[in-house]
């Protein structure tokens, strides 16, 4: 039987001699199958401005995919993409809730509908927001209660994007606050100004009992990273691969051909 | 601190019960598992940040550990699969799990020849 993806690879390796032809195609039919049967569904959340687009360009390799999601807007339609091989990705790209409370039962009726589909769920936040007190009410009031009642807790990524403009956002006149562009890596102040604000987000997400409490998320599943720069895309990838019961399809397939497709370096 | 709580302060560092008591002292309404959340995700962020947020990894030997077991917990939807495959798979998340415990270092070759097949 013709293996395609990596998995099947390693699986056929695995087995080797110890089993009979006839049962490694069945192994190699039951994952196909689980790989092929439906769309490796990810839904995106995230307010205006935090990445959507460039996080689908640079984590899943869409190539110019531009979010065009109006906010506010409930009515979301499933985008899907053809991988390989009869593998298919599909994106439920979702606005983040406007700070309008009395909307939240709306949306909480649009997640409770799309996201207990997905097999991965990524809430996008910018790390240099100032304050991220309304994202967390919704995590903790609208998300996270969706989530726990369909028991799909492990399908969420925090996801803080945008940690390569922390240091901006404290000095924008500091050069040594700047992402070092010709390294593609954060300067020695800009190291220590990721690590404070890290460190003070971590903070509200404790107190907001985000993580660290009862039906709240584990530690693996907050990622910090540059979409456009493809900074930490590895633990991006990781959180994936340990989303839900199915997160590990994704990496197991496309995932590291994928990630970081249409960065310069993969280019050059 | 529940008796559970205390097996697993005790298996700390020095260090690390230095940073448990800082972070404690900062925050005294927190309780025990928001603390190692805390030094968890602190611990994760300094690794990160002194590699050098690393390109992704192929070979990665960890992330395939986290897609066997997934592939594992899959297969048990299947009534046809039968129990020589589930040997023949814990056998070899048993031989990773090893490999991963006793360090990176000595993963090299192993992992290599193995993932050298798929890649």
Redesign the interface.
């Known amino acids: 039987m013709e293996q395609k993806f990596a998995i099947e690879k390693l699986l056929s390796a695995i087995l080797g001699d110890k089993v009979s032809e006839g049962e490694r195609n069945q192994v190699m039919e039951a994952i196909n199958s689980e790989i092929t049967e439906k769309p490796f569904r990810v839904a995106v959340i995230g307010q205006s401005g935090v990445g959507k687009s460039t996080t689908l360009n640079s984590v899943f390799g869409l190539k110019n995919y531009t979010s065009d999601i109006a906010e506010g807007t409930t009515d979301i339609e499933e985008k899907i993409f053809e991988m390989r091989n009869g593998f298919n990705l599909s994106i439920y790209d979702m606005p983040g809730i406007g700070y309008d409370v009395e909307k939240d039962a709306e949306y909480e009726r649009m997640y409770a509908k799309i996201l207990p589909d997905c097999d991965v769920i990524v809430y996008i936040i910018n790390a240099h927001a100032k304050d991220i007190g309304e994202d967390c009410r919704i995590l903790r009031d609208v998300v996270l209660p969706v989530c726990n009642t369909n028991q799909i807790k492990d399908n969420l990524i925090l996801a803080f994007n945008k940690i390569d403009t922390i240091g901006e956002s404290e000095n924008p006149n500091d050069p040594e606050l700047r992402w070092n562009v010709t390294e593609n890596l954060p300067t020695e102040k800009l190291k220590k100004a990721i690590k404070v604000k890290l460190s003070d987000l971590t903070d509200k997400l404790i107190d907001e009992k985000l993580i660290g409490s009862v039906d709240a998320i584990e530690p693996h599943q907050v990622v910090f990273y540059s979409a456009i720069y493809n900074y930490n895309l590895s633990e991006f990838l990781r959180a994936i691969t340990k989303a839900g019961k199915r997160g590990w399809i994704w990496t197991a397939t496309v995932g590291f051909e994928q990630i970081g497709k249409w960065s310069d370096k993969k280019l050059s | 601190m529940t008796n559970e709580e205390c097996q697993d302060y005790n298996k700390l560092t020095k260090e690390q019960k230095e940073d448990f008591e800082y972070h404690s002292r900062k925050?005294p309404d927190?309780?025990f598992?928001?603390?190692?959340?805390?030094m968890?995700?602190?611990g994760?962020?300094?690794e990160?940040?002194g590699k050098?947020?690393?390109?992704?990894?192929?070979k990665?030997p960890?992330?395939?550990l986290?897609?066997?077991?997934?592939?594992r917990?899959?297969?048990t939807k299947?009534k046809?699969?039968?129990r020589?495959?589930f040997?023949?798979?814990d056998s070899?998340i048993t031989s990773l799990k090893g490999l991963i415990r006793a360090g990176i270092q000595r993963i090299g070759d192993v992992i290599d020849n193995?993932?050298d097949?798929?890649?």
């Open positions: 925050h927190w309780n598992k928001q603390v190692m959340a805390k968890v995700f602190d994760i962020v300094d990160t940040i050098g947020g690393e390109d992704p990894n192929p990665d960890t992330i395939w986290t897609i066997l077991e997934g592939v917990t899959t297969l299947f046809s699969i039968g020589s495959i040997i023949a798979i070899a193995l993932l097949k798929i890649f």
